[in-house]
């Protein structure tokens, strides 16, 4: 985890200054990238996971995906904060689709087989829950350095807040890191050869039956609501610091520590509150806190204030960073157990659909601050900047996520399945009696 988020969470933390504020990107050609990008992601997410799910060979089904992709994925990233200063319209635009296109492809790649590991090594809840606190843990080590360090060594170390060399020299070193890590991780890691059946599960029947559960569709647009939320914080929080509070953009360093200090520190808690109450009870909790805290964040009027309210999004955040991937793991478990095939790969893909709506999103989102306050770019960033960016970092996550949390308050998700449930076994007879239990908490 701490290899696969350095690179994207700065792709994505920094794209806006990056090609909008500093290049000079309209916004409406960036939302319109953004739009196209996540449609072509949303096609080859499931690809790319079903492709893992046939693999096999005598390295495992996804360490041969993991080994490739860290490559191709630091390379494009590196790229993609290498377009030359003298590139405009047409020519920006494309530089910025091609690139940006090319590293959530590759990110698909990378996390689509690193993700399907989770429910294969962990079938029991308590183990699942600690193993993923462990990973969420350097996740957010991996987003200290991504997102709140990257400002300083872009904007002070390595270039200034008007030059774009900084960004280059930065996404080169985290692409050597994130490459190291994850190869060390390809090699270390002992996948069970018996989730890879002689049957290899067919693309358009697997889509067909995946589509055709409720599970599929609940769980997924109520997660993309939280992921949708944090996409838009991650990628306007350094704007933010510029606009709305004021300040350099180094200090989102500050902002940005916090939170994800408070978010780390909060695993434990969460993981506890896990084993005594369970997943589900703890996810809706965890998504009211977070839409509090964006209401708090709204308010806030200087560095001081606005670090009070990231310790409440760090809250929220860390718990739901406790419990959105054991909800899912359950549906998981749930699919394997009905169908006889473990297809995580495919399966985590296809939630990796309504993670691709983070791009439609935040692509109109940003497009409406030129509509509403006048913000096209950082040549011309309308009348009151710092309104628009309060809207887009604070009242449209709010909204997100106090939908997901109603939302959350009606999903039923699958009972943890016994030990034994985790290893293939024989598609059961269709009929009603085979239909999982689910868990129904007050």
């Not at 494009?76 to 090319?102: Q, R, Y």
């Amino acid at each position: 985890m701490f290899g696969t988020s350095i690179p994207i969470n700065m792709i994505k933390g920094s794209m806006i200054l990056f090609y909008v504020d500093i290049l000079g990107l309209d916004v409406r050609a960036y939302g319109v990238v953004m739009v196209i990008y996540a449609i072509i992601d949303a096609v080859d997410n499931p690809l790319l996971g079903h492709l893992s799910d046939r693999t096999r060979s005598r390295y495992g089904r996804r360490r041969p995906w993991l080994l490739v992709g860290a490559p191709m994925l630091a390379a494009c990233m590196v790229a993609f904060f290498s377009a030359p200063t003298s590139l405009e319209g047409i020519g920006l635009v494309l530089w910025f689709a091609i690139f940006a296109i090319l590293c959530e492809a590759f990110d698909s790649m990378l996390n689509a087989n690193y993700g399907a590991l989770l429910p294969e090594l962990y079938p029991r809840e308590r183990d699942r829950a600690v193993a993923n606190s462990l990973r969420q843990g350097f996740q957010l080590v991996a987003l200290v350095i991504s997102l709140a360090v990257t400002p300083l060594l872009t904007t002070q170390v390595f270039g200034t807040e008007e030059t774009t060399a900084g960004f280059q020299t930065t996404a080169i070193i985290y692409g050597v890191i994130a490459l190291v890590v994850i190869a060390f991780m390809a090699l270390s890691a002992h996948e069970n050869p018996r989730y890879a059946t002689h049957e290899r599960p067919r693309l358009l029947p697997s889509l067909w039956s995946i589509v055709r559960n409720p599970m599929f569709w609940t769980v997924g647009l109520t997660g993309a609501c939280y992921g949708v939320a944090m996409a838009l914080v991650l990628s306007g929080i350094q704007l933010y610091v510029r606009y709305s509070l004021g300040l350099p953009v180094a200090n989102a360093l500050y902002l940005q520590g916090i939170v994800i200090l408070i978010s780390a520190g909060g695993l434990a808690v969460w993981t506890r509150v896990v084993a005594r109450r369970g997943a589900l009870w703890t996810w809706r909790l965890a998504f009211a806190i977070l839409a509090v805290s964006f209401a708090a964040l709204f308010f806030a009027t200087d560095l001081v204030t606005a670090i009070a309210a990231g310790v409440l999004v760090g809250a929220g955040w860390s718990g739901m960073l406790a419990t959105n991937d054991l909800i899912v793991a359950r549906v998981l478990d749930a699919d394997a157990a009905r169908n006889g095939e473990h297809r995580e790969g495919l399966f985590l893909s296809a939630f990796g659909f309504f993670a691709r709506l983070n791009g439609i999103v935040t692509g109109f989102a940003l497009t409406s601050l030129g509509v509403f306050f006048g913000y096209n770019s950082g040549d011309d960033p309308g009348a009151d900047p710092g309104l628009a960016f309060r809207v887009y970092l604070c009242v449209y996550p709010f909204v997100l996520t106090a939908i997901g949390a109603v939302a959350a308050r009606l999903i039923s998700v699958p009972v943890e399945p016994p030990p034994e449930a985790a290893e293939p076994v024989e598609p059961p007879p269709a009929g009603p009696a085979n239909e999982p239990d689910v868990e129904r908490t007050p």
